[in-house]
T-cell receptor, first 112, second 109 residues
Framework: DTGVSQDPRHKITKRGQNVTFRCDPI?????LYWYRQTLGQGPEFLTY????????KSRLLSDRFSAERPKGSFSTLEIQRTEQGDSAMYLC??????????FGPGTRLTVT | QKEVEQDPGPLSVPEGAIVSLNCTYS??????FMWYRQYSRKGPELLMY????GNKEDGRFTAQVDKSSKYISLFIRDSQPSDSATYLC?????????FGAGTQVVVTP
């Protein structure tokens, strides 16, 4: 399977804990995106990388959120001191510089 | 006001009927438009990707873009129960996708 993969698929954590999610893009894609989706809403843009450079961050991405793509391949999204409002589906997508974005299966975060 | 507006539905149609989905948008900077299908608790799956005004057809799916009216549509012919899902429209502004809230479609056998 050569699609976008995400790990874990589901994470349950207690409020105040840190969590980290991983995304592996389609191998030939140099752009990687993170989105967040809550129930009944469409995905909302968080940030994106071109190769290893983080080019843009949404205002939705508070200081508790950090994303990295150290070698221009996989990416991680870390949430520090999780809050109940962070409960959502975190989606990763990848694309070529001008092209369609393909999404992974998502990581469902539940903060208790 | 959201940049992309979409009727949440649900839209219920009998098997074999044509499903008609619509979105309006306000951002004139959108260069590309996409339709995604999303099953419950899954990631969005790309269905159609269009650039210019006009129609694009792919199998049972037809996408229409009217940039003058800021209106995009998706038609699904010969609908099947497996088409039951949420359909998301999106506009692309320099790589960032802005999504509508999605329309839930139910195709009944």
């Amino acid at each position: 399977d050569t699609g976008v993969s995400q790990d874990p698929r589901h994470k349950i954590t207690k409020r105040g804990q840190n969590v980290t999610f991983r995304c592996d893009p389609i191998s030939e894609h140099n752009r990687l995106y993170w989105y967040r989706q809550t129930l009944g809403q469409g995905p909302e843009f968080l940030t994106y990388f071109q190769n290893e450079a983080q080019l843009e961050k949404s205002r939705l991405l508070s200081d508790r959120f950090s994303a990295e793509r150290p070698k221009g391949s996989f990416s991680t999204l870390e949430i520090q001191r999780t809050e109940q409002g962070d409960s959502a589906m975190y989606l990763c997508a990848s694309s070529s510089p001008v092209g369609e974005q393909y999404f992974g299966p998502g990581t469902r975060l539940t903060v208790t | 006001q959201k940049e992309v507006e979409q009727d949440p539905g649900p839209l219920s149609v009998p098997e074999g009927a044509i499903v008609s989905l619509n979105c309006t948008y306000s951002n004139s900077a959108f260069q590309y438009f996409m339709w995604y299908r999303q099953y419950s608790r899954k990631g969005p799956e790309l269905l159609m990707y269009t650039y210019s005004s006009g129609n694009k057809e792919d199998g049972r799916f037809t996408a229409q873009v009217d940039k003058s009216s800021k209106y995009i549509s998706l038609f699904i012919r010969d609908s099947q129960p497996s088409d039951s899902a949420t359909y998301l429209c999106a506009g692309d502004s320099w790589g960032k996708l802005q999504f509508g809230a999605g329309t839930q479609v139910v195709v009944t056998p």
